[in-house]
């Protein structure tokens, strides 16, 4: 009888160990990861997000791969990883424009920036870089300002959306100046670049690693970067302080998030892997190059971070009278 009993105990044990959701599982990952990049090839997110792929492959065991889903402004990338299965294999590769901008800009924008993400860590932080065609008759921030006062609304600048970062920054440059602007969005920053090389937009504010090299090769003239230093990248282009505009400073950052309800120890895995990459020097290396610098932070870190930018693009954007929907 006890032998029956005993048996029947190792059958039920077996049965449950079949049945039970955490059976079979294994350690995280098990598959590839997923990068959601909400704007088009080409642009800073982009760079962020391959910035670490080939390292992170390495260091979890599992490939990376970049998607890029474009359009509404990166709402619905957004929405692509807001909408996911929160089980760590699909990510979002954040803008802060879009990010911490668009709650303000859309009344429905299909995601909360607080309610539908985790945070993971914090990847990149650029300054903005003001650029334009060749052929223009300016060289300066100084001299830009003064022709398009000559000739307002002559001169168009290019964004990488509506509600964008450089749409604000464009709103900016304009109520600080007094200059009149023709404001011409496009879906990412990629598209931005091609035309500005073809000569058929004007002016540009965006991060440097989408434009730098072409800065360097001499087909597009860099007017002033938006920072309190030079660049290591750009080091022959005024700051705007050196320009005579200290005030027209701005910022960009770009972080990884997960679904909300991602488990804990998913996140950290994630966290601690995304930081041990950021450190390495031919990151560093590469970061730098490109007119950003990584930046290391832990989730909890990157959730307050969240919070505080949220709120203080919220008086900018209220500020610059942007509205969109």
């Given at each position: ?33 997923t ?77 909360d ?107 597009m ?44 120890d ?13 450190m ?5 290396k ?21 919070k505080?930018?949220?709120?203080f ?13």
């Amino acid at each position: 009888m006890k032998r029956i009993t005993l048996s029947l105990l190792v059958a039920a044990s077996a049965l449950i160990a079949v049945s039970s959701p955490a059976a079979g599982q294994g350690k995280y990952p098990e598959r590839p990861i997923t990068f959601v990049v909400p704007s088009a090839p080409g642009g800073t997110t982009d760079f962020t997000a391959r910035l670490v792929t080939e390292q992170l492959a390495a260091s979890l065991g599992q490939p990376v791969v970049v998607e890029n889903k474009a359009g509404a402004a990166g709402n619905i990338g957004n929405q692509t990883v807001a909408r996911a299965k929160p089980d760590g294999y699909t990510l979002l590769v954040a803008y802060s424009g879009y990010q911490v901008g668009n709650p303000h800009l859309y009344k429905k924008a299909g995601w909360d920036p607080i309610k539908d993400f985790v945070p993971v860590a914090m990847m990149t932080r650029a300054p903005q870089v003001v650029v334009t065609r060749m052929g223009l008759p300016f060289n300066t921030l100084q001299d830009l300002i003064t022709y398009a006062k000559a000739n307002p609304g002559k001169l168009n600048y290019a964004s990488s959306g509506n509600g964008s970062i450089q749409h604000i920054a464009g709103e900016m440059l304009q109520q600080q100046t007094g200059v009149s602007l023709t404001h011409v969005p496009y879906k990412g920053a990629g598209p931005v670049v091609t035309d500005l090389l073809g000569g058929n937009v004007d002016l540009f504010i965006t991060t440097p690693a989408s434009v730098v090299s072409h800065i360097k090769a001499g087909k597009m003239k860099a007017l002033a970067v938006t920072s309190d230093s030079r660049l290591p990248s750009l080091p022959d282009v005024q700051t705007v302080a050196e320009a005579g505009m200290p005030q027209f400073k701005l910022d960009s950052w770009f972080a990884l998030y997960a679904p909300a309800g991602t488990p804990a120890d998913v996140v950290q895995t994630l966290n601690q892997a995304v930081n041990k990459a950021l450190m390495l020097p031919e990151v560093k290396k590469r970061s730098e190059e490109s007119g950003t610098t990584t930046e290391v932070m832990t989730p909890a870190q990157l959730g307050s971070f969240t919070k505080k930018e949220l709120d203080f693009w919220g008086q900018v954007i209220k500020k610059a009278n942007i509205t969109l929907d």
